[in-house]
T-cell receptor, first 118, second 111 residues
Framework: GAVVSQHPSRVICKSGTSVKIECRSL??????MFWYRQFPKQSLMLMAT?????????EQGVEKDKFLINHASLTLSTLTVTSAHPEDSSFYIC??????????????FGSGTRLTVV | EDQVTQSPEALRLQEGESSSLNCSYT??????LFWYRQDPGKGPEFLFT???AGEEKEKERLKATLTKKESFLHITAPKPEDSATYLC????????????FGRGTSLIVHP
């Protein structure tokens, strides 16, 4: 149980275009989802916290207008990288807090999206 | 500010050669410490949660222990399929329920 499905797993796009990444909770409702970015040999860097029905909370240094987050339903959060540039190339991972288990380490992660901007 | 430092950054072992990974942490108050396994190109997979000093958890060849300042992930007689990056994360008692991750230890087990 508590599965998060993330798509696409890989995407290559041209500079200046936008890319949307989807994160779905398959068997539970996720009022809160998290978006991380991970560089090679680096830690997971939290970009933003996505809250269903309200605006996302962005971490310091993350451009809100560049990384658009929408959490329109209890099972879907999307991250749109707008006007992508090569420096946006990275591994993006979503995560969801499993209801009622946050105190017990109840976070489940998507399989990640490898974004390459050429 | 919560901090998590993992060592070593990379570890190469021969199959059957036991070893330990270290996770040192600094938090205002520990709510929980987590270990995850991450395979290349995949999201982290939950392994253990530890809550208090002295606690231990085991799963197959892995055993996690916790003190007031650090946690160890012991790997006994590892196999090539144990090769992965192991991430440590802490959840502090203050603030939001968002864990802070270390950079991970990349483990390669050679047959």
């Amino acid at each position: 149980g508590a599965v998060v499905s993330q798509h696409p797993s890989r995407v290559i796009c041209k500079s200046g275009t936008s890319v949307k990444i989807e994160c779905r909770s398959l068997d539970f409702q996720a009022t809160t989802m998290f978006w991380y970015r991970q560089f090679p040999k680096q830690s997971l860097m939290l970009m933003a916290t996505s809250n269903e029905g309200s605006k996302a909370t962005y971490e310091q240094g993350v451009e809100k207008d560049k990384f658009l987050i929408n959490h329109a339903s209890l099972t879907l959060s999307t991250l749109t990288v707008t006007s992508a540039h090569p420096e946006d190339s990275s591994f993006y991972i979503c995560s969801a807090r499993i209801p009622g288990t946050a105190k017990l380490g109840g976070y489940t992660f998507g399989s990640g999206t490898r974004l390459t901007v050429v | 500010e919560d901090q998590v430092t993992q060592s070593p950054e990379a570890l190469r072992l021969q199959e059957g050669e036991s070893s330990s990974l270290n996770c040192s942490y600094t938090v205002s108050g520990l709510r929980g410490l987590f270990w995850y396994r991450q395979d290349p190109g995949k999201g982290p997979e939950f392994l253990f949660t530890l809550y208090s000093a002295g606690e231990e958890k085991e799963k197959e060849r892995l055993k996690a222990t916790l003190t007031k300042k650090e946690s160890f992930l012991h790997i006994t007689a590892p196999k090539p399929e144990d090769s992965a990056t192991y991430l440590c994360a802490v959840l502090s008692s203050g603030g939001s329920y968002i864990p802070t991750f270390g950079r991970g230890t990349s483990l390669i087990v050679h047959p």
